[in-house]
């Protein structure tokens, strides 16, 4: 059978949801609102769950991989330019459509508890909705142009829903930051496909990898500027040095739309758009060292900032800055495999610690300040138990889904040659910065006396604790479907997309060994967190006032903001000002009004000698005139000028 | 000579004396329009010169033995009378309000 696996449906549902609770939604009434929400995604889920049967085997065998459902009409036909309505489904895009339907599913349960005392949930709903019609676009498309309109939208409703709560201004701004900073890298996006579009003559994926593979001598020159285009758009919608800015600020939007845009879908698109674009990577050795070392510095750097802040959600965000900074690293090292199992390993558990998070702070009616929580294991069990689950599993605990995914990129930056070696030791530096960060705020939030009296700490119902509990199962056994030898079932059903990496026979004993020393990092992070944080004390306070230099510095997130608002931000706000009001309202507004009125009353200055207001002389004009006119027709001018020697070519009727 | 003088009586009047009239008499328009400082003086006087057109409609009319000068006059006494009867209108209230006709006195519209 040639069945249609009926693709267009995984995007459309969601977005008649977007369109139903968006229109109807503020006259229907909740339940409603809540069940389209709910089941446009259940929809999506399900259908990609059905379409997976055909690649795992279990169902009705594909008749080609990928499968590629388009729309009859061409989308752009212009020349020799094409460009097509296309979906492709093959092992990457079904990897992740299954990561965005279900755990968009799971955190659209949750937001239900979450947002249930909150006005305009179906504001909130649609939203998210929109969100998974852009994002599951993104993922389906086939070529760079439609991606690019999934790769906007995301970016749309980031946007919306950072700045859910607009009436704050801190959540107007965020919102506003995120957009423009994306702006940046949707720039160099663009920049990308416009090269692409010079050289390849096409934006369709599969054409441009089979263009390459034809020309198997191709490399560098224009393919890394094509490379390193796309990457800047990466280090915008991922949040990578230097663009990273925005994703710190987007926690001012609600937790579960942290947890799925900021944390578990949207900002993994940079890795995602890579794992794709692979082929193009894998020409240019140099933009791969960039990807490489943008991802490691990132990762060790906002995990260094994440060591001291005190908001729980900061926390989270600078976390998830750094594990993206993995993935890039494992995408810059040609591990494409191993990138994207960290990002599905992530999406779990980053998941599941932001909707944690989020319990916790429902549960102490809004608080985010952890210097303010504690004791919470008794009073909110489920959530103190699969926060642990998460916190084990991106601490790298053995045989959680982190130790995994993370030693597989650490293991492929080591023997990837060249400078992989100090890249490994940045990424298992980063690995024990990450536990101790974890366990800090493990600790904080769960351990010792709570230390606010306001609070009275509750938990969660069951529509938030459910999704807790199933993102824990994964979070726990996640991991060991990349289990074995080049990442085992996961390596090799990825492999016809993304190809086999790092095949190394024998070296299974270092990769062990590598564990080991991944293991151990995060068990130092553990155990110092554990020195200053298990007991209330003052060693903490202490190291601080002592190294106040350092630590002033990372509380303040190295001066990034200011220094970016400094050297940008002031700039161009006094430059567009200085446009605004002396170049278009002076120079050009007031000079456009200046000449106008300029010349009528010049016009007015000449012509208002004619208007004396004396009828007589009017009268005498007129009588002038006439007998001008009466002179003109009536003295014989051929004659005279014939007199004076002129002759006029006047034809006279006798 | 006394036959002569018969004879002189009995030729028609020749058109150039008619149109010269015309033209004296809308001359003397003009000029009463230019000078004259009474509104209803010149009043009369743009009524002079109209009935000066009149008069070469008329002439020339008879010159070429057709009828439309003779209708255009009629039409142009018409609207001389209901000019006159707006006109007259129109210094009666002028004089009501400004108790005065000259025309240079009446000029509160001027800037």
């Known amino acids: 059978m040639n069945g249609s696996l009926h693709l267009w449906l995984i995007p459309l549902l969601p977005f008649a949801g977007f369109l139903l609770n968006g229109i109807l939604g503020r006259k229907l009434p909740k339940a409603l609102v809540t069940a389209i929400a709910l089941l446009m995604p259940l929809g999506s889920f399900a259908i990609v769950l059905s379409a997976s049967r055909g690649f795992l085997g279990i169902g009705p065998p594909l008749a080609s991989v990928p499968h590629i459902e388009s729309l009859d009409y061409p989308w752009i036909n212009a020349g020799l330019f094409h460009v097509d309505f296309s979906f492709v489904l093959d092992q990457l895009s079904l990897v992740m459509l299954l990561i965005i339907t279900g755990v968009g599913l799971l955190i659209h349960i949750y937001s239900v508890g979450y947002m249930e005392h909150e006005d305009g949930s179906w504001r909130y709903f649609a939203y998210l909705n929109l969100f998974l019609f852009f994002m599951t676009v993104l993922v389906l498309a086939g070529n760079a142009l439609l991606m690019f309109v999934g790769w906007e939208g995301v970016g749309l409703a980031s946007y919306l829903l950072i700045g859910f709560w607009f009436q704050k201004t801190s959540a107007a701004d965020a919102g506003k930051k995120a957009f423009v900073v994306n702006r940046i890298g949707d720039f160099g996006f663009l920049i990308g496909m416009f090269l692409l579009l010079a050289n390849f003559g096409t934006l369709t994926f599969s054409d441009i990898a089979a263009t390459l593979s034809a020309n198997p001598a191709w490399t560098g020159g224009v393919l890394t500027a094509t490379a390193l285009c796309l990457f800047v758009g990466a280090t915008g919608k991922s949040a990578q040095l230097p663009l990273y800015v925005w994703l710190p600020d987007a926690m001012e939007g609600p937790t579960p739309v942290s947890a799925l845009i900021h944390a578990a879908t949207m900002v993994t698109a940079g890795v995602y758009m890579i794992a794709r674009t692979h082929f193009l990577f894998d020409r240019s050795p140099y933009a791969l060292g960039v990807v490489a070392i943008i991802g490691a510095a990132t990762a060790l750097f906002a995990a260094t900032i994440g060591l001291v802040q005190t908001d729980i959600k900061r926390v989270l965000a600078y976390s998830t800055v750094s594990q993206l900074g993995y993935m890039f690293l494992g995408c810059g090292v040609a591990a494409y495999s191993a990138a994207i199992f960290h990002l599905m390993t992530h999406s779990f558990f980053k998941a599941l610690l932001f909707l944690a998070a989020g319990s916790v702070i429902h549960g102490m009616g809004g608080e985010q300040d952890m210097r303010k929580m504690g004791g919470l294991r008794e009073r909110m069990p489920v959530t103190y138990w699969t926060m642990t689950a998460a916190v084990l599993a991106i601490a790298g605990f053995p045989f959680f889904s982190a130790f995994f995914s993370k030693d597989a990129i650490l293991y492929a930056a080591f023997v990837s040659g060249g400078i992989g070696k100090v890249l490994w030791f940045v990424g298992l530096v980063t690995a024990a910065l990450t536990s101790f960060y974890m366990f800090r705020l493990w600790y904080l939030t769960f351990w010792g006396e709570l230390r606010s009296h306001e609070a009275h700490p509750h938990e969660s119902p069951w529509s938030m604790t459910g999704p807790l509990a199933i993102l824990a199962v994964l979070s726990v056994v996640g991991g060991w479907i990349g289990f074995g030898g080049n990442l085992g079932p996961f390596g090799r059903f990825l492999a016809p997309t993304l190809g086999v990496h790092n095949t190394e026979a024998g070296a299974a004993g270092l990769e062990w060994g590598m564990s080991a020393l991944a293991v151990l990092a995060g068990a130092i992070g553990w155990y110092v967190a554990h020195r200053f944080y298990s007991q209330p004390s003052e060693s903490a306070t202490k190291l601080a006032t002592s190294f106040a230099g350092p630590y002033n510095l990372l509380v303040h997130k190295y001066y990034v903001d200011e220094i970016y608002s400094f050297l940008f931000v002031k700039p161009v706000l006094a430059l567009s000002r200085f446009f605004l009001e002396w170049v278009v309202d002076v120079a050009i507004l007031g000079g456009l009004a200046w000449l106008l009125g300029g010349i009528a009353m010049l016009c007015g200055a000449i012509l208002q000698r004619w208007q004396s207001g004396n009828l007589r002389s009017y009268a005498a004009w007129l009588a002038l005139g006439a007998a001008a006119l009466l002179l003109f027709v009536l003295l014989p001018w051929t004659l005279l000028l014939a007199g004076i020697g002129i002759h006029v070519g006047m034809v006279t009727h006798q | ?111």
């Not at chain 2, 009319?61 to 129109?90: D, R, T, Y």
């Open chain 2, 1 to 111: 000579m006394n036959s002569n003088y018969a004879q002189l009586l009995q030729q028609d009047v020749p058109l150039t004396w008619y149109l010269l009239l015309s033209a004296v008499l809308f001359c003397l328009g003009i000029v009463g329009f230019l000078i004259k400082r009474n509104l209803i003086t010149v009043f009369m006087s743009i009524e002079l010169m109209l009935n000066a057109v009149n008069l070469s409609f008329v002439t020339f009319a008879h010159q070429w033995h057709a009828v439309k000068g003779q209708i255009f006059v009629f039409f142009v006494m018409m609207v001389a009378a209901a000019e006159a009867a707006v006109g007259l209108a129109i210094i009666i209230a002028v004089f009501r309000a400004r108790a005065t006709l000259a025309v240079d006195r009446i000029d509160l519209m001027k800037l």
